[in-house]
């Protein structure tokens, strides 16, 4: 795989979206009012401890997520790991018609969206990731039935994220149409589409081949905090 997905958040945090970083040249988070992810440059003492620094005791927490192993210094540990992939698209799938539009969502949209993003759970989503990329909904009577958008956003790659459906409209096609919008629009901007998903949701990632996307990695995910010392 390009090295540069090897480690997607660090390449982003270096690049296109260094504007929301934290940290210096060992290791890097976005802002955590924008989201929860974290890096190092790689897995040596020095890069590990330099990722620890940027993580406060008490309930802060970052997540990892990553090709590589995941491998922590002795001050933080990991309230839960989990295996995912990441996906990128190698061809384009038709997109499907909808009976109802398509739109950029706005400011103005984001209490709904943070309100679907609670319900659905899509991945860490506060009400400034929109910050990070532009996100496209569908409104059917007047309620956000449905939303994606773009997260990680790096050299040449930008990620297809915070897909979600809400229970009531499930099952028109909605989360399909949507991801293949932003792919689209990501691919006229000259980028290459990719995703990530839970290794065990074989639906999604049923879901993302129909729409041209192939597994390109595995990758390791884990919610980590600062270690609690007790004497």
Known sequence: ???????????????????????????????????????????????????????????????????????????????????????????????????????????????????????????????????????WGVRIDGRLAAMAGTRLNLTGYTEVSGICTHPDFRGRGLASALSSHVAGDIRARGDTPFLHAYADNHGAIALYRQLGFEILSEVNVAVVRSRINTL
């Open 1 to 135: 795989m390009t090295q540069l997905l090897k480690r997607a958040v660090w390449s982003a945090l270096t690049t296109r979206q260094a504007a929301f970083s934290r940290g210096g040249s060992l290791a890097r988070r976005f802002d955590p009012a924008i989201s929860p992810f974290a890096v190092s440059r790689d897995n040596s003492p020095e890069a590990l401890e330099a990722l620890a620094g940027l993580i406060e005791e008490g309930a802060d927490q970052v997540y990892l997520l990553q090709a590589e192993d995941v491998a922590l210094p002795e001050t933080l540990e990991a309230e839960v790991t989990a295996l995912g992939v990441l996906m990128t698209e190698r061809s384009a799938a038709p997109q499907a018609g909808l009976d109802v539009a398509i739109r950029p969502l706005e400011k103005a949209d984001v209490p709904e969206m943070v309100a679907l993003a609670e319900l659905t759970r899509p991945g860490p989503f506060t009400a400034r990731t929109p910050e990070l990329g532009a996100f």
